[in-house]
């Protein structure tokens, strides 16, 4: 049983910076598309960012281009979310997803799901 259990949520100012990491079990991690997806309530959920098995290469949305960076670490089956210069419109509960679709962006190109952690960014 895949299980994805993210971390780092919390609650920070304007401009400031937080590290989300998502802990994963019960897969073969670098076999996995690794992607962090976002919902601010009242809205639907959206992609974030996307990296490939070995972590070179990587896809962000236009909105956190620039100021996100997603990474990961495969002997440690953890993928990290880094974000600078947050901003209030980045508040939202941010979750982790497992897939194999190389170039998935929606909710149905992932298979596994982590619970969410609530990020809040004050102005």
């Known amino acids: 049983q895949v299980t994805l259990v993210e971390s780092g949520g919390g609650l920070v100012q304007a401009g400031g910076s937080l590290r989300l990491s998502c802990a994963a079990s019960?897969?073969?991690?670098?076999?996995?598309?690794m992607a962090w997806f976002r919902q601010a309530p009242g809205k639907e959920r959206e992609f974030v960012a996307r990296?490939?098995?070995?972590?070179?290469?990587?896809y962000y949305t236009d909105s956190v281009k620039g100021r996100f960076t997603i990474y990961r670490n495969n002997a440690a089956s953890t993928v990290f979310l880094q974000m600078n210069s947050l901003k209030p419109e980045d508040t939202a509960v941010y979750y982790c997803a497992a897939g194999r679709n190389y170039y998935g962006t929606s909710s149905a190109d992932f298979d596994s799901w982590g619970q969410g952690t609530q990020v809040t960014v004050s102005s």
């Open positions: 990296i490939n098995w070995n972590g070179g290469i990587t």
């Open positions: 019960g897969l073969t991690f670098n076999n996995y598309i």
